[in-house]
């Protein structure tokens, strides 16, 4: 490198440095914390509250009182509650795990809108942009790469969102010349698999393609692509997306379909939870149950490392001669 070369580089290096301290300065643009003096009042908490139909609260974390008090018989029944899923997903304050490989631990929000309506959850969209407030969206509470839960926050909690409607002729809106009617149901941004389940499958004598754990909550598996119980068949949660309401950054409520707002449509099949906007509820494809379907679990345990070797090859090998096919549900638990 030669000297001209070398001072030209030092000289934009400089540029640049000052041009990025310029922007600091101008910017005042962040997310405000309980201990800013901008953040809102009570009195401006409560505006949100009467806008949002009396479903603002303030959340709290069940954990606390394993530090506060952990030899009472309200911590020893918590312990007991955590075991449950269906208990940890009805708690705004917390989430199906702790944390991820240390990206992030739980942290519970300091208000929830729990919501009923799109309306509700446009409300503290505006309410969040226009305080400059952090804003999760949090429906089953399975989001382990932390996307549901952020402290300091406002949470839109989509639990009570939980009306599942069936379809037998369903056109998504725009798309009347262009896709044919078919069986499809709607459920609100709450319905985890469980309740879709049972109103698609044992109510309704079809199937939805949702997650293989009955607490994950479809409109999270959608967003995040979803791959469950026969989906080699039946292909992902978010192949099934027929139609979604979403409320984006600009409080809007919109619909998203191939043939309204299809962009956003793609971005939401698979663009992850709360990425593109709020979803209030989503339309999904329905599929012919399968004739047959069965579960099979076992434990095998290995006499030594090399035995252990021997058995995870034997067993891929048996997997993908036998069972990786669309006829087949989903993978192996290999815990």
């Known amino acids: 490198m030669n000297k ?34 901008a953040w809102p009042s009570e009195a401006v908490w409560k505006q949100l509250n009467d806008a949002a139909g009396g479903n603002l609260i303030r959340v709290e974390s069940p954990l606390s009182i394993l530090k506060t008090d952990p030899e009472s018989d309200a911590a020893k029944r918590l ?8 208990y940890v997903g009805d708690q705004p304050g917390l989430t199906q795990t702790l944390g991820w490989v240390d990206a992030w631990s739980t942290q519970p ?40 839960n952020a402290p300091d926050s406002l949470l839109i ?13 369903f056109v998504p809106q725009g798309c009347e010349r262009t896709l044919p009617p078919q069986p499809a149901v709607t459920a609100g941004a709450g319905v985890i698999g469980m309740q879709a389940y049972t109103a698609v499958t044992t109510e309704g004598g079809k199937y939805v393609q949702g997650g293989g754990c009955t ?22 949660a978010a192949g099934s997306l027929l139609e979604a309401e979403v409320v984006t950054a600009d ?4 619909i998203a379909n191939a043939c309204t707002n299809p962009e956003l449509f793609w971005a939401l099949k698979g663009g992850g939870g709360g990425s593109f906007g709020a ?48 006829g087949r549900a989903s993978f192996p638990d290999t815990r």
């Open 279 to 326: 979803v209030s509820k989503l339309t999904l494809r329905l599929h012919e149950l399968p004739e047959l379907f069965s579960f099979v679990s076992f434990a095998v345990k290995a006499a030594s490392d090399d035995a252990y070797r021997r058995l995870i090859r034997q067993f891929v090998s048996h997997y993908g001669e036998h069972l990786f096919n669309h």
């Open 251 to 254: 409080g809007a409520i919109r």
């Open 109 to 148: 929000s300091v208000y929830a809108v729990a919501a009923r309506s799109a309306q509700d959850m446009a409300a503290a969209v505006n309410f969040a942009r226009e305080n400059q407030l952090r804003l999760v969206v949090k429906g089953g509470g399975h989001s382990f790469q932390g996307t549901s």
């Open 215 to 236: 607490t994950v909550g479809l409109a999270g598996l959608v967003q995040s692509g979803g791959f469950g119980s026969f989906s080699k068949h039946y292909g992902t």
């Open 157 to 169: 909690w989509t639990r009570q969102m939980n009306d599942v409607t069936m379809h037998s002729a």
């Open 79 to 86: 312990l007991e509650d955590l075991k449950n899923p269906y």
């Open 4 to 37: 001209r070369t070398f001072l030209k580089l030092i000289g934009s290096a400089t540029l640049l440095r000052s041009l990025a301290g310029r922007l600091r300065a101008s910017t005042t643009y962040g997310r405000r914390r309980p201990s800013d003096a």
